[in-house]
Protein backbone atom coordinates (compact mmCIF):
# COMPACT_ATOMS: atom_id res chain seq x y z
CA UNK A 1 0.00 0.00 0.00
CA UNK A 2 1.60 3.42 -1.11
CA UNK A 3 2.11 5.86 1.79
CA UNK A 4 1.52 8.63 -0.59
CA UNK A 5 -0.87 11.84 0.14
CA UNK A 6 -4.33 11.47 -1.57
CA UNK A 7 -5.13 14.79 -3.24
CA UNK A 8 -7.47 15.45 -0.72
CA UNK A 9 -4.60 14.98 2.36
CA UNK A 10 -2.79 17.65 -0.27
CA UNK A 11 -5.13 19.85 -0.40
CA UNK A 12 -5.86 19.98 3.25
CA UNK A 13 -2.15 20.39 4.42
CA UNK A 14 -1.42 23.53 1.44
CA UNK A 15 -4.71 25.31 3.14
CA UNK A 16 -2.99 24.87 6.30
CA UNK A 17 0.23 26.47 4.82
CA UNK A 18 -1.55 28.63 3.17
CA UNK A 19 -3.32 30.21 6.41
CA UNK A 20 -0.08 30.29 8.11
CA UNK A 21 0.92 32.85 5.14
CA UNK A 22 -1.93 34.73 5.61
CA UNK A 23 -3.47 34.40 8.92
CA UNK A 24 -6.21 37.03 8.86
CA UNK A 25 -7.35 36.30 5.55
CA UNK A 26 -7.59 33.09 6.88
CA UNK A 27 -9.78 34.38 9.30
CA UNK A 28 -12.09 36.41 7.17
CA UNK A 29 -12.65 33.44 4.80
CA UNK A 30 -13.63 30.79 8.23
CA UNK A 31 -10.53 29.17 8.01
CA UNK A 32 -9.76 27.74 11.22
CA UNK A 33 -6.43 27.37 13.51
CA UNK A 34 -4.74 30.64 13.05
CA UNK A 35 -7.45 33.06 14.26
CA UNK A 36 -4.81 33.74 16.92
CA UNK A 37 -1.36 34.39 14.74
CA UNK A 38 0.05 37.21 12.79
CA UNK A 39 2.38 36.30 10.15
CA UNK A 40 5.95 35.67 10.25
CA UNK A 41 7.74 37.88 8.06
CA UNK A 42 10.89 36.92 9.36
CA UNK A 43 13.33 35.35 7.09
CA UNK A 44 13.34 32.24 8.90
CA UNK A 45 9.07 32.02 8.17
CA UNK A 46 9.67 32.61 4.61
CA UNK A 47 12.64 29.85 4.39
CA UNK A 48 10.07 27.25 6.34
CA UNK A 49 7.27 28.21 4.13
CA UNK A 50 9.13 27.72 0.83
CA UNK A 51 10.68 24.06 2.24
CA UNK A 52 6.54 23.03 2.78
CA UNK A 53 5.51 24.12 -0.36
CA UNK A 54 8.52 22.42 -2.22
CA UNK A 55 7.33 19.21 -0.39
CA UNK A 56 3.91 19.46 -1.16
CA UNK A 57 4.31 20.52 -4.79
CA UNK A 58 6.56 17.41 -5.33
CA UNK A 59 3.95 14.94 -3.56
CA UNK A 60 1.53 16.55 -5.88
CA UNK A 61 3.63 16.40 -9.05
CA UNK A 62 3.62 12.56 -8.87
CA UNK A 63 0.19 11.52 -7.48
CA UNK A 64 -1.99 9.19 -9.05
CA UNK A 65 -4.65 9.98 -6.95
CA UNK A 66 -7.74 10.17 -9.56
CA UNK A 67 -9.16 13.72 -8.25
CA UNK A 68 -7.48 15.58 -10.94
CA UNK A 69 -9.42 18.61 -10.46
CA UNK A 70 -7.89 18.77 -6.88
CA UNK A 71 -4.46 18.12 -8.03
CA UNK A 72 -4.49 21.05 -10.58
CA UNK A 73 -5.49 23.43 -8.00
CA UNK A 74 -2.66 22.40 -5.44
CA UNK A 75 0.08 22.14 -8.18
CA UNK A 76 -1.33 25.77 -8.79
CA UNK A 77 -1.26 27.35 -5.08
CA UNK A 78 2.01 25.70 -4.48
CA UNK A 79 3.59 27.48 -7.61
CA UNK A 80 2.29 30.60 -6.60
CA UNK A 81 2.94 30.64 -2.93
CA UNK A 82 6.85 29.87 -4.41
CA UNK A 83 6.62 32.93 -6.51
CA UNK A 84 5.15 35.30 -4.08
CA UNK A 85 8.00 34.15 -1.62
CA UNK A 86 10.54 34.82 -4.00
CA UNK A 87 9.28 37.70 -5.17
CA UNK A 88 9.89 38.96 -1.72
CA UNK A 89 6.98 41.85 -1.64
CA UNK A 90 7.14 42.30 1.85
CA UNK A 91 10.37 43.94 1.59
CA UNK A 92 9.47 46.77 -0.87
CA UNK A 93 5.12 47.34 -0.83
CA UNK A 94 4.68 49.11 2.06
CA UNK A 95 1.06 51.37 1.46
CA UNK A 96 -1.60 49.48 -0.49
CA UNK A 97 -3.67 48.07 2.44
CA UNK A 98 -4.74 44.92 0.57
CA UNK A 99 -1.64 43.60 0.20
CA UNK A 100 1.29 45.20 2.37
CA UNK A 101 1.70 43.57 5.50
CA UNK A 102 1.90 46.53 8.11
CA UNK A 103 -0.73 48.37 6.82
CA UNK A 104 -2.72 45.45 5.98
CA UNK A 105 -2.55 44.80 9.40
CA UNK A 106 -3.86 47.89 10.45
CA UNK A 107 -6.88 47.49 8.21
CA UNK A 108 -7.59 43.47 8.54
CA UNK A 109 -8.08 43.49 11.97
CA UNK A 110 -10.05 45.96 13.27
CA UNK A 111 -12.80 44.60 10.89
CA UNK A 112 -12.51 40.79 12.51
CA UNK A 113 -15.06 42.01 15.12
CA UNK A 114 -14.34 38.73 17.48
CA UNK A 115 -17.17 36.66 18.54
CA UNK A 116 -17.06 34.59 21.57
CA UNK A 117 -14.52 34.18 24.58
CA UNK A 118 -12.17 31.74 22.62
CA UNK A 119 -12.21 34.60 19.46
CA UNK A 120 -11.40 37.53 21.70
CA UNK A 121 -8.42 35.66 23.55
CA UNK A 122 -7.23 35.18 19.93
CA UNK A 123 -7.52 38.90 19.54
CA UNK A 124 -5.66 39.98 22.50
CA UNK A 125 -3.16 37.75 21.00
CA UNK A 126 -2.73 38.94 18.10
CA UNK A 127 -2.14 42.51 19.48
CA UNK A 128 0.67 41.22 21.89
CA UNK A 129 2.36 40.06 18.96
CA UNK A 130 2.01 43.54 17.61
CA UNK A 131 6.11 44.33 18.52
CA UNK A 132 7.83 40.92 17.45
CA UNK A 133 5.49 41.28 14.03
CA UNK A 134 6.78 45.19 12.91
CA UNK A 135 10.29 44.64 14.29
CA UNK A 136 10.34 41.54 11.78
CA UNK A 137 8.71 43.99 9.19
CA UNK A 138 11.26 46.54 9.67
CA UNK A 139 14.41 44.26 9.50
CA UNK A 140 12.92 43.09 6.36
CA UNK A 141 12.04 46.68 4.65
CA UNK A 142 15.97 46.97 5.95
CA UNK A 143 17.01 44.14 3.94
CA UNK A 144 15.44 44.96 1.06
CA UNK A 145 17.09 48.56 0.47
CA UNK A 146 20.64 46.49 1.53
CA UNK A 147 19.67 44.31 -1.50
CA UNK A 148 18.54 47.19 -4.10
CA UNK A 149 14.69 46.06 -3.68
CA UNK A 150 13.53 49.46 -2.85
CA UNK A 151 9.69 50.36 -2.47
CA UNK A 152 8.51 53.33 -4.14
CA UNK A 153 9.17 56.61 -2.50
CA UNK A 154 5.38 58.02 -2.63
CA UNK A 155 4.48 54.56 -1.27
CA UNK A 156 6.89 55.33 1.81
CA UNK A 157 5.48 58.47 2.36
CA UNK A 158 2.01 56.80 2.01
CA UNK A 159 2.96 54.18 4.48
CA UNK A 160 3.87 57.02 7.41
CA UNK A 161 0.80 58.69 6.42
CA UNK A 162 -1.01 55.79 6.82
CA UNK A 163 0.27 54.88 10.36
CA UNK A 164 -0.39 58.10 11.42
CA UNK A 165 -3.80 58.34 10.60
CA UNK A 166 -4.34 55.42 12.09
CA UNK A 167 -2.49 56.35 15.85
CA UNK A 168 -4.68 59.54 15.77
CA UNK A 169 -8.06 58.12 14.89
CA UNK A 170 -10.25 58.47 17.87
CA UNK A 171 -11.12 56.05 19.24
CA UNK A 172 -8.66 53.81 17.62
CA UNK A 173 -10.22 51.05 15.29
CA UNK A 174 -8.26 48.41 17.43
CA UNK A 175 -10.03 49.78 20.22
CA UNK A 176 -14.09 49.68 19.03
CA UNK A 177 -15.07 45.91 19.33
CA UNK A 178 -16.41 45.45 22.50
CA UNK A 179 -15.30 42.75 24.51
CA UNK A 180 -16.55 40.64 27.65
CA UNK A 181 -15.23 40.17 30.59
CA UNK A 182 -12.04 41.59 31.78
CA UNK A 183 -10.69 41.26 28.40
CA UNK A 184 -11.94 45.05 27.42
CA UNK A 185 -9.00 46.39 29.88
CA UNK A 186 -6.36 43.68 29.03
CA UNK A 187 -7.16 45.25 25.43
CA UNK A 188 -6.55 48.67 26.45
CA UNK A 189 -3.52 47.72 28.08
CA UNK A 190 -2.13 46.19 25.24
CA UNK A 191 -2.85 48.87 23.15
CA UNK A 192 -1.00 51.06 25.18
CA UNK A 193 2.23 48.90 26.73
CA UNK A 194 2.71 46.93 23.31
CA UNK A 195 0.62 48.01 19.89
CA UNK A 196 0.42 51.94 20.26
CA UNK A 197 5.04 51.81 20.61
CA UNK A 198 5.43 49.18 18.12
CA UNK A 199 3.39 50.92 15.30
CA UNK A 200 5.43 54.54 16.80
CA UNK A 201 8.75 52.79 16.17
CA UNK A 202 7.49 51.60 12.61
CA UNK A 203 6.46 54.59 11.47
CA UNK A 204 9.52 56.32 12.58
CA UNK A 205 11.78 53.79 11.30
CA UNK A 206 10.00 54.13 7.77
CA UNK A 207 10.56 58.24 8.13
CA UNK A 208 14.09 57.78 8.97
CA UNK A 209 16.01 55.10 7.70
CA UNK A 210 13.53 53.42 4.07
CA UNK A 211 12.45 57.18 3.25
CA UNK A 212 14.90 58.90 0.58
CA UNK A 213 15.85 55.29 -0.55
CA UNK A 214 12.97 54.91 -2.66
CA UNK A 215 12.21 54.70 -6.45
CA UNK A 216 11.39 57.68 -8.18
CA UNK A 217 7.94 57.56 -10.28
CA UNK A 218 9.69 57.33 -13.37
CA UNK A 219 10.67 53.73 -11.95
CA UNK A 220 7.83 52.12 -10.61
CA UNK A 221 7.90 49.07 -12.18
CA UNK A 222 9.35 45.37 -10.93
CA UNK A 223 11.22 45.57 -13.86
CA UNK A 224 13.41 48.01 -12.90
CA UNK A 225 14.47 45.83 -9.89
CA UNK A 226 17.23 43.39 -10.25
CA UNK A 227 15.28 39.76 -11.71
CA UNK A 228 12.45 42.12 -11.56
CA UNK A 229 10.77 40.83 -15.10
CA UNK A 230 11.55 37.63 -14.02
CA UNK A 231 9.48 37.84 -10.68
CA UNK A 232 6.70 39.51 -12.83
CA UNK A 233 6.26 36.52 -14.94
CA UNK A 234 5.57 34.55 -11.95
CA UNK A 235 2.92 37.07 -10.43
CA UNK A 236 1.37 36.84 -13.76
CA UNK A 237 0.79 33.49 -13.89
CA UNK A 238 0.00 33.57 -10.30
CA UNK A 239 -3.18 36.02 -10.89
CA UNK A 240 -3.93 34.71 -14.28
CA UNK A 241 -3.34 30.98 -13.78
CA UNK A 242 -2.19 30.70 -17.21
CA UNK A 243 0.70 31.15 -18.98
CA UNK A 244 0.37 33.79 -21.06
CA UNK A 245 2.41 36.60 -21.94
CA UNK A 246 2.77 40.17 -20.74
CA UNK A 247 3.01 41.22 -24.53
CA UNK A 248 -0.39 39.25 -25.22
CA UNK A 249 -2.02 40.60 -22.22
CA UNK A 250 -1.06 44.21 -23.04
CA UNK A 251 -2.61 43.68 -27.19
CA UNK A 252 -5.79 42.35 -25.88
CA UNK A 253 -6.43 45.16 -23.33
CA UNK A 254 -5.84 47.72 -26.14
CA UNK A 255 -7.96 45.62 -28.61
CA UNK A 256 -11.13 45.22 -26.05
CA UNK A 257 -10.66 48.99 -25.58
CA UNK A 258 -11.08 49.90 -29.14
CA UNK A 259 -14.08 47.78 -28.96
CA UNK A 260 -15.88 49.43 -26.57
CA UNK A 261 -16.20 52.69 -28.37
CA UNK A 262 -19.23 51.02 -30.28
CA UNK A 263 -21.17 50.94 -26.29
CA UNK A 264 -19.88 54.28 -25.97
CA UNK A 265 -21.95 55.75 -29.32
CA UNK A 266 -25.13 53.78 -28.82
CA UNK A 267 -25.19 54.82 -24.95
CA UNK A 268 -23.80 57.89 -25.22
CA UNK A 269 -26.12 59.13 -27.34
CA UNK A 270 -29.15 57.58 -25.92
CA UNK A 271 -27.99 59.18 -22.47
CA UNK A 272 -26.54 62.71 -23.63
CA UNK A 273 -27.83 63.06 -27.59
CA UNK A 274 -23.57 62.36 -28.45
CA UNK A 275 -21.78 59.63 -29.97
CA UNK A 276 -18.26 60.58 -29.65
CA UNK A 277 -16.54 58.23 -27.33
CA UNK A 278 -14.12 60.67 -26.46
CA UNK A 279 -16.56 63.47 -25.53
CA UNK A 280 -18.87 60.39 -23.96
CA UNK A 281 -16.05 59.68 -21.30
CA UNK A 282 -15.56 63.33 -21.05
CA UNK A 283 -19.24 64.42 -20.26
CA UNK A 284 -18.82 61.57 -17.67
CA UNK A 285 -15.94 62.65 -16.23
CA UNK A 286 -16.64 66.36 -15.91
CA UNK A 287 -20.84 66.82 -15.31
CA UNK A 288 -21.37 67.09 -11.45
CA UNK A 289 -24.70 65.93 -11.60
CA UNK A 290 -23.29 62.81 -11.96
CA UNK A 291 -21.43 62.58 -8.47
CA UNK A 292 -22.80 61.97 -5.41
CA UNK A 293 -24.19 64.65 -3.58
CA UNK A 294 -23.12 62.61 -0.15
CA UNK A 295 -22.25 58.55 1.42
CA UNK A 296 -25.97 58.13 2.38
CA UNK A 297 -26.79 58.18 -1.21
CA UNK A 298 -23.96 56.37 -2.38
CA UNK A 299 -24.45 53.49 0.30
CA UNK A 300 -28.36 53.65 -0.31
CA UNK A 301 -28.18 52.95 -4.32
CA UNK A 302 -25.70 50.06 -3.73
CA UNK A 303 -28.09 48.46 -1.18
CA UNK A 304 -31.44 48.53 -3.71
CA UNK A 305 -29.20 47.04 -6.60
CA UNK A 306 -28.16 44.27 -4.22
CA UNK A 307 -31.67 43.78 -3.24
CA UNK A 308 -32.81 43.43 -6.68
CA UNK A 309 -30.46 41.13 -7.54
CA UNK A 310 -31.18 38.89 -4.95
CA UNK A 311 -34.68 38.66 -5.81
CA UNK A 312 -34.13 38.16 -9.33
CA UNK A 313 -31.34 35.09 -8.73
CA UNK A 314 -33.53 32.34 -8.59
CA UNK A 315 -34.31 32.58 -12.40
CA UNK A 316 -30.56 32.34 -12.86
CA UNK A 317 -28.72 30.22 -10.37
CA UNK A 318 -29.63 26.77 -8.94
CA UNK A 319 -28.25 26.78 -5.82
CA UNK A 320 -28.58 31.06 -4.03
CA UNK A 321 -27.15 31.55 -0.94
CA UNK A 322 -28.72 31.55 2.71
CA UNK A 323 -26.36 33.88 3.86
CA UNK A 324 -27.19 37.89 3.57
CA UNK A 325 -24.84 40.71 1.77
CA UNK A 326 -25.11 43.97 3.43
CA UNK A 327 -23.26 47.09 2.17
CA UNK A 328 -20.80 49.24 4.17
CA UNK A 329 -18.68 52.19 3.97
CA UNK A 330 -14.83 51.64 3.79
CA UNK A 331 -13.53 52.67 7.14
CA UNK A 332 -12.16 55.81 7.26
CA UNK A 333 -8.83 55.60 7.92
CA UNK A 334 -8.77 53.10 5.01
CA UNK A 335 -10.55 55.26 2.25
CA UNK A 336 -7.16 57.32 1.02
CA UNK A 337 -5.46 54.27 0.32
CA UNK A 338 -8.47 51.73 -0.15
CA UNK A 339 -9.48 50.56 -3.88
CA UNK A 340 -13.01 51.82 -4.43
CA UNK A 341 -14.80 49.04 -3.67
CA UNK A 342 -14.35 45.26 -2.01
CA UNK A 343 -16.15 41.94 -0.33
CA UNK A 344 -15.75 40.15 2.75
CA UNK A 345 -17.28 36.83 2.84
CA UNK A 346 -19.90 35.67 5.80
CA UNK A 347 -18.39 34.02 9.33
CA UNK A 348 -18.84 30.12 8.63
CA UNK A 349 -21.11 30.39 12.19
CA UNK A 350 -23.53 32.82 10.92
CA UNK A 351 -22.42 35.56 13.27
CA UNK A 352 -21.25 37.99 10.03
CA UNK A 353 -22.65 37.98 7.38
CA UNK A 354 -21.73 39.18 4.14
CA UNK A 355 -20.10 42.59 3.35
CA UNK A 356 -19.36 44.55 0.38
CA UNK A 357 -17.50 47.71 1.35
CA UNK A 358 -17.81 50.95 -0.78
CA UNK A 359 -15.05 53.53 -0.64
CA UNK A 360 -16.89 56.97 0.66
CA UNK A 361 -14.03 58.99 0.57
CA UNK A 362 -14.16 62.49 -1.39
CA UNK A 363 -17.61 60.93 -1.74
CA UNK A 364 -18.18 63.92 -3.89
CA UNK A 365 -15.59 63.59 -6.10
CA UNK A 366 -16.69 60.01 -7.40
CA UNK A 367 -18.99 58.81 -10.29
CA UNK A 368 -22.49 57.62 -9.63
CA UNK A 369 -23.21 55.38 -12.21
CA UNK A 370 -21.36 52.69 -11.45
CA UNK A 371 -23.05 52.10 -8.51
CA UNK A 372 -25.10 49.32 -10.07
CA UNK A 373 -22.04 47.68 -11.92
CA UNK A 374 -20.20 47.29 -9.10
CA UNK A 375 -22.60 46.16 -6.62
CA UNK A 376 -23.25 43.37 -8.65
CA UNK A 377 -19.83 42.49 -8.94
CA UNK A 378 -18.38 43.00 -5.43
CA UNK A 379 -21.89 41.10 -4.06
CA UNK A 380 -24.84 39.29 -5.99
CA UNK A 381 -24.42 37.93 -8.37
CA UNK A 382 -20.55 38.09 -8.02
CA UNK A 383 -18.09 37.57 -5.12
CA UNK A 384 -20.92 37.03 -2.66
CA UNK A 385 -22.70 34.33 -4.48
CA UNK A 386 -19.30 32.92 -5.30
CA UNK A 387 -18.02 32.74 -2.59
CA UNK A 388 -21.20 31.36 -0.39
CA UNK A 389 -21.93 28.75 -2.86
CA UNK A 390 -18.28 28.11 -3.22
CA UNK A 391 -18.77 27.38 1.53
CA UNK A 392 -21.59 25.86 0.62
CA UNK A 393 -20.47 22.73 -1.56
CA UNK A 394 -19.99 18.77 0.16
CA UNK A 395 -17.53 16.48 -0.90
CA UNK A 396 -15.16 19.31 -1.95
CA UNK A 397 -11.76 19.85 -0.04
CA UNK A 398 -11.69 22.95 1.70
CA UNK A 399 -8.95 24.49 -0.15
CA UNK A 400 -10.82 25.37 -3.19
CA UNK A 401 -13.73 26.29 -1.05
CA UNK A 402 -11.86 28.65 0.78
CA UNK A 403 -8.72 30.04 -0.56
CA UNK A 404 -9.57 32.72 -3.29
CA UNK A 405 -8.04 32.43 -6.58
CA UNK A 406 -8.32 35.77 -8.01
CA UNK A 407 -8.17 34.51 -12.08
CA UNK A 408 -11.51 32.86 -10.84
CA UNK A 409 -13.27 34.72 -8.13
CA UNK A 410 -12.57 38.45 -9.68
CA UNK A 411 -13.14 36.92 -13.85
CA UNK A 412 -16.75 35.41 -12.55
CA UNK A 413 -17.48 38.88 -10.25
CA UNK A 414 -16.69 40.49 -13.92
CA UNK A 415 -18.82 37.92 -16.13
CA UNK A 416 -21.51 38.87 -13.88
CA UNK A 417 -21.45 42.34 -14.48
CA UNK A 418 -22.44 41.75 -17.92
CA UNK A 419 -24.86 39.03 -16.78
CA UNK A 420 -26.82 41.26 -14.81
CA UNK A 421 -27.77 43.05 -17.70
CA UNK A 422 -29.24 40.30 -19.36
CA UNK A 423 -31.08 39.60 -16.00
CA UNK A 424 -32.47 43.17 -16.19
CA UNK A 425 -31.32 44.13 -13.31
CA UNK A 426 -29.36 48.18 -14.49
CA UNK A 427 -32.05 50.77 -13.73
CA UNK A 428 -31.65 52.74 -16.82
CA UNK A 429 -28.75 53.68 -19.69
CA UNK A 430 -26.48 55.46 -17.66
CA UNK A 431 -25.85 52.40 -15.30
CA UNK A 432 -25.54 50.26 -17.93
CA UNK A 433 -23.28 53.09 -19.98
CA UNK A 434 -21.77 52.31 -16.16
CA UNK A 435 -21.37 48.82 -16.80
CA UNK A 436 -19.19 49.94 -20.13
CA UNK A 437 -16.84 52.56 -18.30
CA UNK A 438 -16.14 49.40 -15.45
CA UNK A 439 -15.18 47.17 -18.72
CA UNK A 440 -12.53 50.43 -20.12
CA UNK A 441 -11.49 50.11 -16.38
CA UNK A 442 -10.54 46.69 -16.84
CA UNK A 443 -8.99 46.14 -20.19
CA UNK A 444 -6.93 48.99 -19.46
CA UNK A 445 -5.06 47.08 -16.39
CA UNK A 446 -4.49 44.38 -19.15
CA UNK A 447 -2.67 47.78 -20.81
CA UNK A 448 -1.10 49.73 -17.37
CA UNK A 449 -0.28 46.81 -15.32
CA UNK A 450 2.18 45.53 -18.10
CA UNK A 451 3.23 48.68 -19.04
CA UNK A 452 4.31 49.31 -15.52
CA UNK A 453 5.85 46.79 -14.95
CA UNK A 454 6.90 44.85 -18.04
CA UNK A 455 7.54 47.73 -20.21
CA UNK A 456 9.20 50.10 -17.69
CA UNK A 457 6.14 52.52 -18.07
CA UNK A 458 6.43 55.61 -15.54
CA UNK A 459 3.78 56.26 -13.31
CA UNK A 460 2.81 59.25 -14.82
CA UNK A 461 1.99 57.32 -18.57
CA UNK A 462 -0.34 54.65 -16.61
CA UNK A 463 -2.05 57.92 -14.83
CA UNK A 464 -2.21 59.23 -18.51
CA UNK A 465 -3.43 56.31 -20.17
CA UNK A 466 -5.99 56.09 -17.15
CA UNK A 467 -7.02 59.57 -17.53
CA UNK A 468 -7.46 58.98 -21.34
CA UNK A 469 -9.03 55.61 -21.66
CA UNK A 470 -11.37 55.31 -18.56
CA UNK A 471 -14.13 57.01 -16.64
CA UNK A 472 -12.33 57.57 -13.62
CA UNK A 473 -12.03 60.72 -11.26
CA UNK A 474 -8.69 61.84 -10.62
CA UNK A 475 -8.73 60.82 -6.91
CA UNK A 476 -9.83 57.62 -8.41
CA UNK A 477 -7.12 57.36 -11.13
CA UNK A 478 -4.08 58.24 -8.41
CA UNK A 479 -5.61 55.48 -6.21
CA UNK A 480 -5.83 52.65 -8.85
CA UNK A 481 -2.07 53.48 -10.18
CA UNK A 482 -1.21 52.98 -7.11
CA UNK A 483 -2.71 49.65 -6.60
CA UNK A 484 -1.25 48.42 -9.74
CA UNK A 485 2.79 49.74 -8.69
CA UNK A 486 2.09 48.07 -5.71
CA UNK A 487 0.26 44.88 -5.90
CA UNK A 488 1.91 43.77 -9.53
CA UNK A 489 -0.23 41.19 -11.89
CA UNK A 490 -3.66 41.02 -9.51
CA UNK A 491 -5.85 43.56 -11.80
CA UNK A 492 -5.01 41.34 -14.78
CA UNK A 493 -7.42 38.46 -13.22
CA UNK A 494 -10.36 40.65 -13.94
CA UNK A 495 -10.54 40.32 -17.72
CA UNK A 496 -8.60 37.45 -18.23
CA UNK A 497 -10.79 35.25 -16.24
CA UNK A 498 -13.90 37.08 -17.54
CA UNK A 499 -12.83 36.05 -20.79
CA UNK A 500 -12.35 32.40 -20.44
CA UNK A 501 -16.03 32.33 -18.63
CA UNK A 502 -17.62 33.95 -21.52
CA UNK A 503 -15.52 31.54 -23.72
CA UNK A 504 -16.84 28.92 -22.44
CA UNK A 505 -20.15 29.93 -22.05
CA UNK A 506 -20.00 30.30 -25.80
CA UNK A 507 -18.58 26.72 -26.43
CA UNK A 508 -21.07 25.04 -24.21
CA UNK A 509 -23.92 27.33 -25.94
CA UNK A 510 -22.93 26.36 -29.60
CA UNK A 511 -22.47 22.43 -28.21
CA UNK A 512 -25.53 21.89 -26.42
CA UNK A 513 -27.59 24.16 -28.78
CA UNK A 514 -31.56 24.04 -27.21
CA UNK A 515 -30.62 21.89 -24.37
CA UNK A 516 -28.50 24.91 -22.61
CA UNK A 517 -29.21 25.94 -19.91
CA UNK A 518 -27.78 28.88 -18.14
CA UNK A 519 -28.72 27.87 -14.44
CA UNK A 520 -26.43 24.88 -15.23
CA UNK A 521 -23.82 26.40 -16.52
CA UNK A 522 -23.69 28.83 -13.89
CA UNK A 523 -23.97 25.47 -11.71
CA UNK A 524 -20.96 23.81 -13.21
CA UNK A 525 -18.92 27.08 -13.44
CA UNK A 526 -19.11 27.17 -9.61
CA UNK A 527 -19.82 24.10 -8.47
CA UNK A 528 -16.27 22.99 -7.94
CA UNK A 529 -14.94 26.00 -5.89
CA UNK A 530 -11.92 27.88 -6.88
CA UNK A 531 -10.03 26.77 -9.52
CA UNK A 532 -6.99 27.76 -12.13
CA UNK A 533 -8.32 28.51 -15.95
CA UNK A 534 -6.91 25.74 -17.50
CA UNK A 535 -9.10 23.31 -14.91
CA UNK A 536 -12.50 25.39 -15.23
CA UNK A 537 -12.26 24.81 -19.02
CA UNK A 538 -11.41 21.26 -18.26
CA UNK A 539 -14.64 20.54 -16.10
CA UNK A 540 -16.56 22.91 -18.57
CA UNK A 541 -16.07 20.46 -21.47
CA UNK A 542 -16.35 17.07 -19.80
CA UNK A 543 -19.86 18.39 -18.90
CA UNK A 544 -20.83 19.64 -22.50
CA UNK A 545 -19.42 16.27 -23.41
CA UNK A 546 -21.52 14.29 -20.86
CA UNK A 547 -24.52 15.97 -21.49
CA UNK A 548 -23.93 15.71 -25.50
CA UNK A 549 -23.53 12.04 -24.41
CA UNK A 550 -27.39 12.18 -22.86
CA UNK A 551 -29.20 13.18 -25.59
Request: contains cysteine.
Amino acid sequence: MSNEPTAGELADELLDLLATEMPLMATFDNIPGHDHELRDVSEAGYARLREQAVRIAGFAARSTDPDRITLGVVAHHTESLLARLDARQSEFTLADPMVAEGVGVLSWLPQLEPSGEQAEEDHLTRLAAFPDFFGALADRHRAGIEAGRTPVERAVRSAVEYVDRFLAAEPNPLLVPALTGDRGARRDRLFAEKVRPALAAYRDMLAREIAGHGRPDDRPGLCWLEGGKETYAGLLKTHTTTGVSAEELHETGLAIGRALDEEYRRLGAAVFGEDDPVEVRRRMRTDPSLRWRDADEMITTATEAVARATAAAPGWFRQVPAAECVVRAVPEADGPSAAQAYYMPPSADGSRPGVYSTNAYRVTERFRFIAESVAFHEAVPGHHFQACVSSELEGVPQLRKLFPLSAFDEGWALYTERLADEMGLYSDDLMRLGMVTEDSLRAARLVVDTGLHALGWTRQQCVDYLTEHCVLSDVEVASETDRYIEWPGQALSYMTGRLEIQRLRAFAEERLGEAFDIRDFHDVVLRNGQVPLPVLGDVVRDWVTDARRRE
